[in-house]
C-alpha cells in the first residue's frame, strides 16, 4: 500500500512540475511579447522624425517602396492583417481612405506585420486572397523579416503612420488610429486620419498629430525565442 502511495504521490507531483512548466512558459510568452511591444514603442518614430524607405513584397509578387510614387505627396502608411477583428471592422474604412486620397497624392500602402507561423491567416497566400475577395486598390505588403514595424514603432493592427514628403523626406505627421469608434463608423465623431490629411492638403497644421492605437498585438516570431 505504501509502495502504491508511493507512485500516487510522484505521478502527481510529476504532474504538478509540468502545469507549473507550461504556465512559466505561457507567462514567459506573454511578457516577451509585452517586451516586444515596449522596445517598439521606444525605437519607433515620433511625430517630425524622417521614415526611411523600405522595400517589401506586395501580394502581386513585386517589391514594393515609397520611392516608386514620385508624384505622392505623401502616404497613409497602415499596418494591419487580414484575421484581427479590429483590422475587419476597419477594413471599408482603410479601403474608403485610399480612393479618397490616393487622387491627392496621398495614398495607403498596408504592411501586415505578423508572423504567418503564429497566425497562418496573416501568411501571404491568405492575403492575397483576401484583397482579391475584398477589391483592394492599395498595394499589401508583408513585413516578412519583422523589421519596418518596430522601425516606426507599430504595436497595432491596424496602427496608422502619415508622411509627409518635405525637401526630399518623409516626415511622420501622425500616428495612432483611424477615428474614435472602431465598433461602428456610422457612429465616429472624430477622423483623426482624414482630418491630419485634409490639412496638409490646405497647407494647415494638424490639431491632433497622435492618438492611441485600437487593435490587436502584433504577433512577432522573437516572442517565441
Do not use: W
Not at 39 to 62: M, R
Amino acid at each position: 500500500m505504501k509502495k502504491n502511495n508511493s507512485i500516487f504521490t510522484l505521478i502527481l507531483a510529476l504532474f504538478i512540475t509540468a502545469c507549473n512548466q507550461s504556465h512559466s512558459e505561457t507567462n514567459s510568452t506573454q511578457e516577451s511579447q509585452e517586451n516586444l511591444v515596449i522596445e517598439a514603442q521606444k525605437a519607433g518614430y515620433a511625430v517630425g522624425d524622417e521614415a526611411t524607405d523600405f522595400s517589401l513584397l506586395n501580394i502581386d509578387n513585386k517589391r514594393v517602396s515609397l520611392s516608386d510614387y514620385a508624384d505622392a505627396k505623401g502616404y497613409i502608411v497602415t499596418f494591419t492583417c487580414n484575421h484581427c477583428p479590429y483590422a475587419v471592422a476597419y477594413e471599408s474604412r482603410i479601403m474608403d481612405l485610399d480612393k479618397k486620397y490616393t487622387p491627392l497624392g496621398y495614398p495607403v500602402i498596408a504592411i501586415s506585420p505578423n508572423d504567418p507561423v503564429i497566425v497562418p491567416e496573416d501568411g501571404m497566400e491568405e492575403m492575397k486572397k483576401l484583397a482579391i475577395t475584398k477589391g483592394y486598390t492599395f498595394p499589401y505588403l508583408l513585413d516578412d523579416k519583422q523589421e519596418i514595424y518596430p522601425q516606426y514603432g507599430a504595436t497595432k493592427t491596424p496602427h496608422i503612420f502619415i508622411l509627409n514628403k518635405e525637401k526630399g523626406k518623409n516626415i511622420v505627421k501622425y500616428i495612432g488610429a483611424i477615428d474614435n469608434n472602431y465598433a461602428d463608423k456610422d457612429d465616429v465623431t472624430e477622423r483623426y486620419v482624414e482630418d491630419a490629411v485634409d490639412a496638409l492638403l490646405a497647407g494647415n497644421a494638424i490639431t491632433t498629430t497622435t492618438t492611441k492605437a485600437i487593435g490587436c498585438s502584433i504577433k512577432d516570431k522573437r516572442s517565441k525565442k
